[in-house]
C-alpha cells in the first residue's frame, strides 16, 4: 500500500485526465453519483481517498469504506452516512452476491441520495458483469455516472514506480525500473508491490536495488504464491 498521502496533485492520471476531472467536479456537485470500475491497481483506491480528503479541506464532511477490509457484521457502519457530504465505497465487487450487503448498500445509498449527498463506488468489474442478486441495486447503481480507468502506458507506469519509491525513502534507477517493466508482471498492482518488496531486501541485505537484486526479489515472488 502506498504510504504518500493519496491526493489528486500524485496521482499519474496518464489516459485518464477527463475521469478525474469528472471526479474532482464531484466537490461541487452535490447529490453526483458516480461508479468507477477498472483493473486491480489501476488507481481506483487513490482517487477516493483524493476525492474524501479534498472534500474535508473544503470543509465538507467525508467517509472512506473499504468493504474488503469489512465483516459482515460490520454491516451497522452503513446507518447514519447520510449525513454526509460524501460517500465513498471501495471494492463493491467483493460483496456482489451476498445478500445481506446488497440490502444494506442499496438502502444506504437510497439514503444517501435522498438526502443529496454524493457518492462515488468503486468496482474491479463494469457493473455489467457484476454478480449483484439484488435487481433494486443493480438498478440504483446505474442510475449514476459510470467511469472506466484505463490501463497506464509504459512511460506513466514508471512515474508511479518512480513515487512509490520515492514515498518510501529511496529512489530506483532507469535501469532496474526498465528491468522491472521488461521482466515482471506489468499490472501497476504487481509492480507497486514488487517496489515494496525492493526496499525491503535493500534493507535486510544492506544492499544497493542493482537488477541482480531486482532478479532475486522477482525469482521468490515467483517461486511462492500470493
Not at 469489512?70 to 447520510?82: F, V
Request: neutral net charge.
Amino acid at each position: 500500500m502506498p504510504r504518500r498521502d493519496n491526493r489528486f496533485d500524485n496521482f499519474v492520471t496518464g489516459p485518464n485526465v477527463a475521469i478525474v476531472e469528472s471526479i474532482k467536479q464531484m466537490t461541487t456537485d452535490p447529490g453526483s453519483h458516480v461508479f468507477l470500475y477498472g483493473d486491480k491497481g489501476s488507481g481506483k483506491t487513490h482517487l477516493l481517498n483524493a476525492l474524501c480528503m479534498e472534500m474535508r479541506e473544503n470543509m465538507g464532511r467525508a467517509f472512506y469504506l473499504a468493504l474488503k477490509r469489512l465483516p459482515k457484521d460490520a454491516i451497522a457502519s452503513l446507518q447514519g452516512l447520510e449525513r454526509l457530504d460524501l460517500v465513498c465505497v471501495d471494492d463493491l465487487h467483493v460483496i456482489a452476491g451476498d445478500e445481506a450487503w446488497e440490502q444494506a448498500l442499496f438502502h444506504c445509498f437510497n439514503r444517501i441520495r435522498e438526502a443529496g449527498g454524493r457518492l462515488l463506488i468503486s468496482s474491479q468489474q463494469p457493473l455489467s458483469e457484476l454478480d449483484i442478486n439484488l435487481p433494486d441495486l443493480a438498478s440504483r447503481l446505474a442510475w449514476g455516472l459510470r467511469l472506466q480507468l484505463l490501463p497506464l502506458e509504459d512511460q506513466d507506469k514508471l512515474k508511479v514506480i518512480s513515487m512509490q519509491s520515492d514515498a518510501l525513502g529511496f529512489s530506483l534507477s532507469e535501469e532496474v525500473m526498465q528491468y522491472l517493466l521488461k521482466h515482471h508482471d506489468r499490472s501497476m498492482a504487481a509492480l507497486v508491490q514488487t517496489v515494496e518488496r525492493l526496499h525491503q531486501a535493500a534493507l535486510i541485505n544492506k544492499r544497493r536495488i542493482t537488477i541482480p537484486l531486482a532478479r532475486e526479489v522477482l525469482r521468490a515472488s515467483e517461486a511462492k504464491p500470493e
